[in-house]
């Protein structure tokens, strides 16, 4: 089997994600949230998916594509056969204006030759419906307009719209600008407007990066990681997706397709504690806003996940498409939702925890929750002798899992520093009765011939996650227990060049194929906390190497080939990069410092 990366980039502004590959197609675009029907989706299906490509006049070309430094602007670079080239910048338009972020649904597309004028034919083919309805063009005075949906589609453009509308070539002498717009259009100038736009854009993007607070350590992968991280937040309303993209498998014919343009409570902690560490509380304060008005059921519990608007419902339907590589089933809507995932209560607390354990917030910022915090140690309480579906959402097994005692233990002992900032004694003794009950619970897990704990209460099964017992610090000091779990976990889990699977034991869809980059990640962070410092090195250097050519990293890696799978990019993946970045930098001893 040959390798398998991802050829595309992603461009974003915190209100829309859009994928272009490097043929120059628009492979993924969902409007007007990450979440809704897509308006490219050649990704998930070549016929139905529409596109939207800048080609040569004839088939034979050579692309390359890089970011414009430190910014999420995408340059793509078309070298045709006979010489000539052009290059296309992809961008979405983000910058500070009028004391708020302008944000808009609106891909800009800036065409200009490079060497000679080459020919060139611009295919534009949005979509709805699930690919079930090809969108209806006519031409305005400088702009196309796209009907079939409630709002209005739009492409305005300084090119001959004739040429478009009849996919015709004619040769680049001079920019070409594409303004692709759901709802409000532009009606502003176009080349000035969009070169301001542009400037804007790459200065905002630069500022945060140099805003940021980064290791020294590999720093070109810890911005770009970074950065991605940033446009996988909703700015709206708070939320933060897993990934922007639905039913990539995670290993070929699998049927191990989800959706994960969704909110994970899970998934966003670990987004959170990096951002922590890259000294940006807006994202923060932001997610605690949106956790605050996420509906409950009757009992008062969360779900796993949300939709970005806070909708509790993601009912999963299957569409007819021909899915990724004619992977199918094509997914969309997630059944996780449904789950039993009682990890979350922790896990929430625990993000929270910068807010009152930071000087930098003010008391006023924190003091009404109160209530809130109460509510989530009763849910711990309430839910710490329950049997769950775990972090890896088995669909029909549930067990004890060690790694949800875990996150009742770190999410007590958040509540316990909570309740001293706040200075409520009842919290703190709830807290702390509730951080022994959960190591009970945790010990209870351990397997003593194995010297090791296992993947939940009357289990053998090794499971990476139970690697967060080092990280998190459950061990204290006692790098003896701690080495000898993670020589445990090693001896089963671990694959080559430092990839880690998940589990190696069957599950619904039977034996797991490919590793779990996080948790490869995860490992490397172990491996530096047990003082395990050349390993924790050079394992972090050969996992660099499996992103693709922007340093974008998926899901799952297959150790066999090397190949990249699962959703794409995936936001889980790039949080274990920076975390265990952090931890080795921390180890190093070298000082962080602003770029």
Not at 189 to 198: A, M
Not at 452 to 463: E, L, T, V
């Amino acid at each position: 089997m040959s390798k398998h990366i991802y050829g595309s980039g992603v461009i974003g502004n915190c209100s829309y994600i859009a994928h272009v590959e490097k043929d120059t197609n628009i492979s993924w675009l969902c409007f007007p949230r990450f979440d809704s029907d897509f308006i490219f989706g050649g990704m998930l299906d070549k016929n139905k998916g529409g596109k939207f490509t800048i080609l040569p006049q004839k088939g034979d070309f050579s692309s390359e594509q890089q970011y414009l430094e430190n910014t999420n602007i995408l340059e793509t670079f078309i070298k045709t056969a006979s010489g000539e080239s052009y290059k296309v910048t992809d961008f979405a338009p983000r910058f500070f204006n009028y004391e708020r972020y302008y944000k808009p649904l609106m891909v800009v597309r800036k065409i200009e030759p490079v060497i000679g004028e080459p020919r060139i034919k611009i295919t534009c083919k949005p979509v709805t419906a699930y690919g079930t309805k090809s969108l209806t063009p006519s031409p305005g005075s400088n702009h196309i307009r796209y009907s079939g949906m409630d709002q209005e589609i739009r492409l305005t453009t300084n090119a001959s719209l004739t040429y478009i509308l009849e996919e015709k070539e004619f040769r680049l002498h001079r920019p070409v600008y594409l303004v692709f717009t759901y709802g409000k259009p532009l009606e502003a100038p176009i080349e000035s407007t969009v070169e301001r736009f542009l400037q804007s854009t790459t200065q905002y993007w630069r500022k945060w990066a140099k805003s940021t607070s980064i290791p020294n350590f590999h720093q070109r992968l810890v911005v770009r990681s970074a950065l991605v991280l940033k446009i996988h937040q909703y700015e709206d309303t708070g939320a933060i997706i897993a990934a922007s993209t639905t039913s990539l498998p995670e290993s070929p014919d699998s049927g191990r397709n989800w959706d994960y343009r969704y909110c994970w409570m899970r998934d966003t902690y670990y987004t959170l504690n990096v951002f922590n560490h890259l000294g940006h509380f807006e994202e923060l304060e932001s997610y605690f806003d949106f956790i605050q008005n996420l509906p409950t059921d009757k009992k008062g519990r969360y779900q796993p996940l949300y939709a970005i608007t806070g909708s509790p419902e993601l009912i999963e339907k299957i569409c007819d498409l021909d899915g990724y590589l004619q992977n199918k089933p094509v997914r969309f809507g997630n059944q996780a939702y449904t789950h039993i995932q009682n990890d979350l209560y922790g896990q929430v607390l625990v993000s929270l925890l910068p807010l009152y354990a930071d000087k930098r917030f003010i008391e006023s910022e924190k003091s009404h929750s109160k209530p809130f915090i109460n509510n989530l140690l009763h849910k711990i309480e309430e839910t710490m002798h329950e049997k769950d579906a775990g972090l890896w959402e088995f669909r029909n097994l549930q067990q004890e899992h060690c790694y949800t005692f875990l996150f009742h233990w770190a999410g007590a002992c958040s509540a316990i520093k909570m309740a001293e900032r706040l200075g409520d004694e009842e919290m703190k003794e709830k807290a702390i009765e509730l951080k022994k009950t959960a190591i009970d619970k945790i010990e209870a897990c351990y397997v003593p011939e194995l010297k090791a704990y296992a993947q939940s209460i009357g289990s053998k099964n090794m499971d990476a996650s139970t690697l967060q017992l080092i990280t998190m610090g459950y061990f204290g000091d006692d790098l003896e227990r701690a080495n000898n779990h993670l020589k445990a976990l090693e001896k089963e889990l671990l694959a080559k060049d430092f990839l880690f699977y998940r589990y190696r034991h069957e599950d619904d869809f039977g034996e797991p194929e490919t590793t779990f980059l996080i948790c490869a990640f995860w490992y490397i962070e172990a491996l530096a906390c047990v003082n395990r410092l050349d390993e924790a090195i050079a394992g972090f250097e050969s996992l660099s190497k499996y992103c693709n050519h922007l340093l974008l990293f998926s899901e799952d890696v297959d150790q066999k080939t090397g190949s990249q799978w699962g959703n794409f990019p995936q936001a889980y993946s790039h949080v274990g990069l920076l975390n265990a970045a952090y931890r080795i930098d921390q180890k190093l001893g070298k000082p962080d410092f602003l770029m």
